[in-house]
Each structure stands twice: as C-alpha cells, then as structure tokens.
C-alpha cells in the first residue's frame, strides 16, 4: 500500500480488509493458538471470536483428522504453502463440513515464521454437486454401453451413412434438389411442374 501512508495504517487497513472478507481468515500461532478470527471464520464456524481466540485450532477438526492439523501447523513452520487443500472440519453445532484452505507463513521482522493465516471456503455444495454429476455421468456411461459397439458393428442403419461395410442405407425423408417428389395420395402432383 502506498499513498503516503504509514506502516500503522497499512496494517489497520488490511485488518479491516480481514475483519469484512467473505471467507474464513484465521490466525495462528506454531502451537495452534488462534490469534485472529474475522466475521467469516464466525458465519463458516458458527463461534464468535471471543470463543476461539486462545483456544486450538484442532477445536475445528473432527475427531479422524486432530492429527492433520498438527501437520499442516509443522509443514507452514517449514515455510511452505498449502493452496487449496479440501478437508474436514467441524462448525459448533457438530456439522461436518467440507473446506478448502489455504494456508500461509506469517513472517516477522526478523524473517522467521511464529505463526500462520488460513482462509477457508465452505464448498459442502460443490462437493454434493460434484458427486451427483460423477453419479449421472456413470448411469449415461452405462446406458450408451452397447451404443458404441452397435456403432461401430458392420452396418450403420442410419440413412446416407456408410458402415464399415461400405454399404448406406438408402435415403429417406425429404427429396434432395432434382429429385422428384410425390405429392398426397390422390393428388396429381407428379414433381414435372404440370
């Protein structure tokens, strides 16, 4: 941030861009210690601030994945990222659902990392979507199963299209240019024009 601004301001104005970011910003210490919770980490969870702040972040995490968190904590004090990595996690009312996160270093002044910053993102929906795709997409596999080989069988049925063969099926439908045309029965129409 630049326009003359100083370092005071820069960090209040991103602190106020944290407090009102539609995702879940949550900061940290190596330990787990929750140091900062936005208004998106209390409608994502369903705990105010004053419940977490302090507290370990595995309070988020299910039962079958505490010790996910202590690796995600040990891989970030190496100072590596995690770019949109889908887990688990528990909202107060005991809900499972699933997250993307990504998660970052926080550096000091120094240059070393005493802590982390996550957002997540609620994408339950997406997920449930996906797997009814994925769902849809096997039950159309299965009914076009022998499609393909009937394809792909010696004769094609379809008019004007070879098979393997070599032979087409005779045209049907509407008369090309030039050809001639049958008008109702009982009528006179002969395609000659008279």
């Known amino acids: 941030m630049s326009h003359g601004n100083s370092l005071g301001d820069e960090r209040s104005?991103?602190?106020?861009?944290?407090?009102?970011?539609?995702?879940?910003?949550?900061?940290?210490?190596?330990?787990?210690?929750?140091?900062?919770?936005?208004?998106?980490?209390?409608?994502?969870?369903?705990y105010r601030a004053e419940e977490m702040l302090g507290r370990h972040i595995g309070v988020?995490?299910?039962?079958?994945?505490?010790?996910?968190?202590?690796?995600i904590l040990a891989r970030v004090a190496l100072?590596?990222?995690?770019?949109?990595y889908e887990t688990i996690r528990r909202t107060k009312?005991?809900?499972?659902i699933t997250v993307w996160i990504a998660v970052a270093p926080l550096y000091d002044?120094?240059?070393?990392i005493p802590g982390a910053s996550s957002i997540a993102r609620d994408v339950t929906a997406i997920g449930g979507r996906v797997a009814h795709l994925e769902a849809r997409v096997a039950e159309l596999r299965a009914?076009?199963?022998?499609?393909?080989?009937?394809?792909?069988?010696?004769?094609?049925d379809r008019p004007g299209v070879a098979g393997r063969d070599g032979a087409a099926a005779p045209r049907r439908g509407r008369p090309g240019p030039g050809r001639p045309r049958a008008g109702?029965?009982?009528s006179h129409y002969c395609g000659c024009g008279s």
Request: charged residues 25%.
């Open 13 to 46: 104005w991103l602190a106020a861009i944290a407090a009102q970011a539609d995702g879940a910003i949550v900061g940290k210490t190596l330990d787990g210690t929750i140091t900062c919770w936005n208004a998106g980490a209390e409608r994502l969870s369903g």
């Open 60 to 71: 988020l995490a299910p039962p079958d994945r505490k010790d996910e968190v202590e690796l």
């Open 79 to 84: 100072g590596e990222r995690l770019e949109r």
């Open 93 to 96: 009312d005991g809900l499972r």
């Open 109 to 112: 002044d120094s240059g070393t």
């Open 143 to 156: 009914a076009f199963a022998g499609t393909a080989s009937e394809i792909d069988g010696g004769h094609d």
């Open 184 to 186: 109702p029965p009982g």
